[in-house]
Nanobody, 123 residues
């Protein structure tokens, strides 16, 4: 059974940094893409970043490009999202997701989801 477990969320001041982790288990993810999405209250879930597990190729949303970095640890089967220069607009529940198809920005193309971790950025 596939499990994605996020951690690392919390409260941070604007301009600060946080690192989110997503521990993946239950299968081999070498042919998967692992992505991060976020959802703020009253808004739709939006794409943040994704990494292709096999070749490390990454894609970022324009809103986080240059501030966030997605990476993976093959040995630990963990995906990270390093977030810097945080702004209040980054406040949301952040979700990790796995796609067995290909690198995608579309939530419906992801097969597995974690429970989410709250990130709150104060001004």
């Amino acid at each position: 059974q596939v499990q994605l477990v996020e951690s690392g969320g919390g409260l941070v001041q604007a301009g600060g940094s946080l690192r989110l982790s997503c521990a993946a288990s239950g299968r081999t993810f070498s042919s998967y893409a692992l992505g991060w999405f976020r959802q703020a209250p009253g808004k739709e879930r939006e794409f943040v970043a994704v990494i292709n597990w096999s070749d490390g190729n990454t894609v970022y949303a324009d809103t986080v490009k240059g501030r966030f970095t997605i990476s993976r640890d093959n040995a630990a089967t963990t995906v990270y999202l390093q977030m810097s220069s945080l702004i209040p607009e980054d406040t949301a529940v952040y979700y990790c997701a796995a796609s067995s198809g290909f690198v995608s920005r579309r939530p419906y193309e992801y097969d597995y989801w974690g429970q989410g971790t709250q990130v709150t950025v104060s001004s």
